[in-house]
């Protein structure tokens, strides 16, 4: 049976799933309903001098009918008092010994740094979450993402901070920056426990196009908020793969960014997360939400043989590498399967548009499943993604998977194209149609303008 | 042991004849709008007589640009409202949907197009403006589905158009015809008044053209004469008791309900007799109206001319289907229906039908006597109007479509082939 007791860098909860610092966290009333539904462990919203917030404070993107995919906001650190904060941490830590309760901080000054610490310690926090992420509000009073894109000021409150803690100290960084490992190292440097990522992303997430203002719209303004949700998981796992291959960061990470489900979860801890954060799908679903995950998570680990996280941290990682080091060899190529395919030929104009011009529709009016040109098909997979049914589009493999030739070899054994017409390019070979074909193409009926249409 | 009670006022006819095909609500249009896969060279298009582009309107509903979903549709059909509520979707656009290939719903197009149609209506939103007068006048017969699609046309090529309408209202059998549950009357009349605003044709109701001083003076006064006539009363059957009261022809049931809704009274049993979407109609209107209805085919069920899903309907309002089976006679008692004589066709048993009603879905004659006072129209031997590719008849100056030339078929197919006539008859009077 599956165990997902969790240790992070010395922080213990009983599973691995946690509740970012975001308004899920503002108060003891909603950490205690979370614990109870099954949540392991709980940042709690940031603390520091209190803060007076705007309304409203998010915007959100949505696909089709698909709400919140993508989450903005423009709210800023707790705006209670720090002693309503302090008195609730220790009624939850009471209540719930063995879930973690995080404090997340953020102030200015030495002093205050200091003078914190020793208040959340005091109120029986397990662990500190150092805020250096939040891209809006914050940012512009040299706090949040101002010290996490400057690595140096990072490391060195980061050492402030460690003066003092007898608690683990986790920093967590933004992802507004070039390259997450330099302020990843730097918490290593400062001597940080333990990091988290990603913080929300500068955003702009839509228009009010009538009123000419983004949203979320305060009065008839604007300004940048920080993104979140579904959307900026590939992003985040990106930083996260970059900040465990890294040898120099080699203290846990807590996974942040999109995470609303098991699989994703299971995503981030194969990237080598050892818990992960979520904030979007609660706001979105609520706190119940972690009944699938906690589910998921078990029936995958018994499924593959895991009994610990352990098991299976950053079992992805080996299996990424540059892209110098890829086969060039792999060949694969699509296979529709007729009983499947539906007809909508959607793969057909997917390819011929945006692709490589290998997918054919029949002569024959009636017969709507188009065919795969073999010789055409680069593999790349696009026909695969767009078709709206499952498997009916597969990847079949070509090659004999007994060679393996690599960019690296090629440059090595110096077999790579040097020169812009050079015979070695890839493409050189490959068919393409004449440019003119394009417009002697025959169209469907409804493409050209109604008043043509005589059927 | 009829699932609805005889409606007494309005708004009980409006519960037993609740629409089949509601309009959505923002919300709905939204989420079905999102399930449109947006096919290459679909086939819902290819499978529309009009040819909308369903998925650019559907795209355009799903990018909050429902005036502009609702262009896309009238670019193609002037009764685009009419037609998203009335057409048998499930055997064309729906019925083509690819979906239907996999075990997912079929996207809900009539609705949407309703949708999208019904808030430029609402919104008395202009997207049309004759084009400047050509000189050229037309006069169109009959404004149905085919005279008002013809006449659309014609403005936007700068035709003067005048429509002769032998009755009161627009629209044809979209407002006379068409079963109540489908599109009500305010739907059906309200689309005609956001077209007529925006083409300005003129209609003159109540002015049937019944001899031949009035084709004379049609001839005389314009250049063109488009003929949307439609089809006549029901044909008689010819057996005995034909003529006993409450003895109806469908489509004049129909036209009676249509106008006089809960006023109507329909007795304790009806026997309808026929097999096609008329008589299925007729079948189902009974039974919402508190009948126990018995629907009397001469055929087997797998040969009825009516479309499964029309049947499947009137199944479920509660009619019951005999099949096999023809009239031989109407029984009467001083003058009133009390059964129906049926013989199987099979065995050749007799049996009779005890009924308050006999409604003849049967089929509609041709209107011959009209016609036979135009010279030079040649009809088929079924008495349908023959036409050339462009709809012209056999007398040059006269064009015609909708069912007076096709038979019988549905409004969306008078719509489209009423405005190829007005092409027709552009070819015909500005080509120099």
């Known amino acids: 049976m599956a165990n997902l007791q969790t240790n992070f860098a010395g922080i213990k909860s009983p599973n691995p799933f946690w509740l970012a610092s975001a308004p899920p966290t503002n108060s003891g009333y909603q950490i205690m309903k979370a614990f109870d539904a099954g949540w392991g462990g709980a940042v709690w919203k940031t603390l520091g001098v209190p803060v007076v917030n705007v309304s409203s404070r998010y915007g959100s993107l949505n696909y089709r009918d698909t709400r919140m995919m993508g989450f903005s906001n423009i709210e800023l650190i707790t705006d209670r008092p720090l002693k309503d904060n302090l008195r609730e941490i220790e009624e939850v830590k009471k209540r719930f010994p063995n879930h973690a309760v995080i404090a997340s901080l953020m102030v200015e000054t030495r002093e205050e740094w200091h003078q914190i610490m020793k208040d959340v310690t005091n109120a029986g926090a397990d662990g500190v979450e150092l805020n250096f992420g939040c891209p809006h509000g914050m940012c512009e009073r040299g706090m949040g993402s101002a010290v996490g894109q400057e690595p140096k000021v990072l490391k060195t409150i980061v050492s402030w901070v460690k003066e003092v803690a007898t608690i683990p100290v986790i920093v967590k960084l933004t992802p507004n920056i070039s390259d997450i490992t330099r302020p990843a190292v730097a918490a290593v440097e400062g001597g940080g426990d333990a990091i988290s990522l990603i913080n929300t992303i500068q955003s702009i997430v839509g228009v009010d196009i009538d009123n000419f203002v983004p949203y979320p719209v305060v009065d008839g303004k604007s300004t940048n908020g920080g993104y979140c949700g579904p959307a900026v998981k590939p992003i985040a796992m990106n930083m996260l793969k970059n900040c465990a291959q890294h040898p120099q960061v080699n203290i846990p990470i807590s996974g942040i960014g999109g995470v609303e489900n098991w699989r994703d979860a299971v995503e981030f801890i194969l990237l080598g997360a050892t818990s992960v954060q979520v904030c979007t799908a609660v706001m979105h679903y609520g706190f119940g939400i972690i009944r699938e995950m906690i589910v998921g998570l078990e029936q995958y680990m018994d499924e593959k043989g895991f009994r610990t996280l352990d098991d299976f941290r950053g079992k992805a990682l080996g299996n990424i590498m540059h892209w110098e080091d890829l086969n060039l060899k792999y060949k694969i190529v699509a296979d529709i399967n007729e009983d499947k395919c539906i007809g909508c030929q959607l793969c057909y104009t997917a390819c011929e548009d945006g692709a490589h011009q290998a997918i054919g529709l029949s002569d024959d009016p009636i017969n709507r499943k188009p065919h795969i040109i073999e010789e055409n098909c680069v593999g790349c997979n696009l026909c695969s993604l767009v078709c709206p049914v499952e498997e009916c589009i597969t990847m079949e493999r070509r090659d004999n998977g007994k060679e393996n030739l690599t960019w690296k070899d090629r440059t090595l054994a110096g077999t790579i194209p040097k020169t812009f017409n050079d015979e070695l390019a890839g493409g050189l070979h490959h068919w393409v149609p004449e440019p003119g074909d394009a417009l002697k193409k025959k169209k469907p009926l409804h493409y050209q303008s109604p008043s043509q249409i005589v059927k | ?432």
């Open chain 2, 1 to 432: 042991m009829s699932e609805f009670k005889q409606p007494y006022s309005e708004k009980e006819f409006e519960e037993n004849f609740s629409q089949i095909k509601p309009l959505m609500s923002e919300t709905e249009a939204y989420y079905e709008s999102s399930r449109c896969l947006f096919c290459y060279d679909a086939p819902c298009v290819n499978a529309c007589p009009t040819g909308i582009d369903i998925p650019l309107f559907i795209r355009q509903i799903n990018s909050k640009n429902d005036l502009g979903a609702a262009k896309t549709i009238y670019n193609s059909n002037f009764f685009g409202y009419a037609c998203g509520k009335v057409c048998p979707t499930e055997v064309l656009c729906e019925g083509a949907c690819v979906y239907n290939n996999s075990d997912v719903k079929a996207i809900e197009i009539g609705r949407l197009q309703t949708f999208a149609t019904g808030k430029a209506i609402a919104s008395n939103k202009k997207f049309y403006s004759p084009a400047k007068s050509n000189g050229k006048k037309v006069a169109v017969i009959g404004a149905g589905p085919a005279g008002i699609g013809c006449a659309c046309e014609l403005r936007l090529n700068g035709f003067d158009v005048d429509i002769f309408e032998a009755k009161e209202k627009p629209s044809g059998l979209t407002v006379y015809g068409v079963a109540p549950y489908k599109i009500t009357n305010e739907e059906a009349l309200d689309e005609m008044t956001y077209l007529e605003k925006q083409f300005g044709y003129k209609i003159h109701y109540n002015k049937k053209i019944s001899n031949k001083e009035g084709i004379s003076s049609l001839e005389k006064n314009y250049d063109a004469i488009f003929i949307g006539i439609g089809l006549g009363k029901t044909s008689d059957l010819k057996i005995k008791g034909e003529e006993l009261e409450n003895v109806f022809g469908a489509v004049e049931f129909v036209e009676q309900l249509r106008m006089n809704h809960h006023k109507i009274s329909v007795p304790k049993r009806v026997v309808v007799l026929g097999g096609g979407n008329t008589a299925m109609d007729a079948a189902s209107e009974s039974a919402r109206m508190g009948a126990e209805v018995i629907l009397a085919y001469r055929r087997s069920k797998e040969e009825m001319g009516a479309y499964d899903f029309e049947f499947d309907l009137a199944k479920s309002v509660g009619v019951k289907g005999m099949f096999n089976v023809s009239p031989l006679e109407i029984i009467g008692e001083n003058g009133k229906v009390i059964g129906v004589k049926l013989k199987s066709t099979i065995d050749g048993s007799e049996l009779v039908e005890d009924c308050n009603w006999v409604i003849k879905a049967t089929g509609q004659s041709k209107q011959k006597e009209f016609l036979s006072l135009i010279d030079g129209i040649s009809l088929d031997e079924k008495g349908k109007i023959m036409v050339d590719k462009d709809f012209q008849t056999t007398n040059k100056k006269y064009f015609a479509a909708g069912d007076a030339v096709s038979g019988g078929k549905e409004v969306v197919n008078a719509v489209a082939d009423g405005k190829k006539a007005a092409h027709g008859i552009s070819e015909l009077l500005l080509k120099k």
